[in-house]
């Protein structure tokens, strides 16, 4: 989780926000793996609230991405084959295991911001 580290140190000033993203690729076996994609932002905390409502609403992601400005991003370079080794099985349990791990890297950071998670193209995003 070296690179979610550096991440948030590199982006952590910059942002109002950070998204963790979990996506698949396939890889060389030809099978789905599981990465975490990490995206820094910065958005206006009442616009990007009023985002979240409509996106629910509607159910699309993309009202969010209207109202955020990329600062930063991180895509298919951190594996979490460690949390989902039977992927997509024990979903659940792999989830709850990031997640805190998440937490602890963003708090050990010591990001002020808020921090998003969901599998992609996914709502509703949870704040960890």
């Known amino acids: ?7 948030l140190e590199q982006f952590g000033a ?6 963790f993203t979990i996506d698949t690729s396939v890889g060389d076996s030809g099978e789905f793996t599981p990465f975490l994609n990490l995206w820094a932002f910065k958005a206006d905390p009442e616009r990007f609230t009023n985002a979240m409502k409509s996106a629910e609403e509607n159910d699309d992601i993309n009202f969010l991405y209207d109202v955020v ?12 084959d460690s949390f989902f080794p039977d992927w997509p099985e024990n979903l659940e349990e792999g989830e709850a295991k990031l997640k805190q791990s998440l937490a602890d890297l963003v708090k050990q950071s010591g990001f002020q911001g808020d921090v998003y998670f969901h599998h992609v193209d996914t709502l509703p995003l949870e704040k960890i």
């Open 69 to 80: 400005e990329e600062v930063g991003v991180s895509n298919f370079e951190v594996p979490l």
């Open 14 to 19: 910059k942002a109002t926000l950070f998204e």
């Open 1 to 7: 989780m070296q690179k979610v580290t550096d991440f």
